[in-house]
């Protein structure tokens, strides 16, 4: 199934410290009228779906994945990105780049992945039988179900049928991270999987301030 994608690449005039939060912060109170960047509806409160907006920084460089509605909420305001307000700093925006493709997410043969930023897999229920397990091994097909999980219910959200088993096999290793506020653990590392996942497409929990982001490996060093 063909997925509208944009992603839109903010090169700052000093590297970006902050968090991706911070960047979905200022973004979605500057454009308030857009509810997909702060995924916030007055009327009903918080949308619970798979991130049509999601806020990244990667080597300390912003950017801007739109998914479907979302691709094109940010190509609108692309242009009227001048600089960002990110806690005290204030970083111009020298130049813009805004990437625009229609992209499959489907079963395939198998591809692998690194993880560009720490993927959540856990919540309160299953980190705690997480803990239970003894062994890496165990450790690892539990999470390798859990990825498994996260792609079926990306898939969900955007109305794609996955009508074949899915296969994971990773490498992790744990990380520590703060995610509201809260310390957590995360996973870094590489997966492979009988799936084509789009890059920069983010799984897991936290993913519209970035993380679970993934890139196929070997595009790991392109543009």
């Not at 062994?135 to 898939?155: A, E, Q, R, V, Y």
Request: with cysteine.
């Amino acid at each position: 199934m063909k997925i509208k994608s944009s992603y839109l690449v903010l090169k700052t005039d000093a590297p970006v410290k902050e968090s991706s939060s911070r960047l979905r912060g200022y973004i979605g109170h500057r454009f308030q009228e857009y509810p997909l960047l702060h995924h916030h509806l007055q009327e009903s409160g918080y949308l619970y779906t798979y991130p049509l907006i999601q806020y990244k920084i990667i080597n300390n460089q912003p950017c801007i994945l739109g998914i479907e509605e979302g691709a094109s909420v940010v190509k609108e305001i692309s242009d009227q990105i001048d600089n960002l307000l990110l806690g005290s700093n204030v970083y111009q925006v020298d130049e813009k780049i805004l990437y625009q493709k229609e992209i499959d997410i489907k079963v395939s043969e198998n591809k692998q992945y690194n993880l560009l930023s720490p993927w959540m897999a856990l919540n309160s229920k299953n980190y705690t039988n997480y803990n239970k397990l003894r062994s890496w091994k165990d450790k690892k097909l539990f999470l390798n179900n859990i990825l498994i999980g996260n792609i079926l219910s990306m898939c969900k959200s955007l109305g794609i049928i996955v009508n074949r088993k899915l296969y994971v096999h990773s490498h992790l290793d744990e990380e520590k991270v703060v995610f509201k506020g809260v310390p957590m653990i995360g996973f870094t590392g590489e997966f492979t999987v009988n799936f084509q996942i789009p890059d920069f497409f983010g799984l897991g929990k936290g993913v519209s301030v970035g993380f679970g982001t993934v890139k196929a490996l070997s595009n790991i060093n392109a543009d």
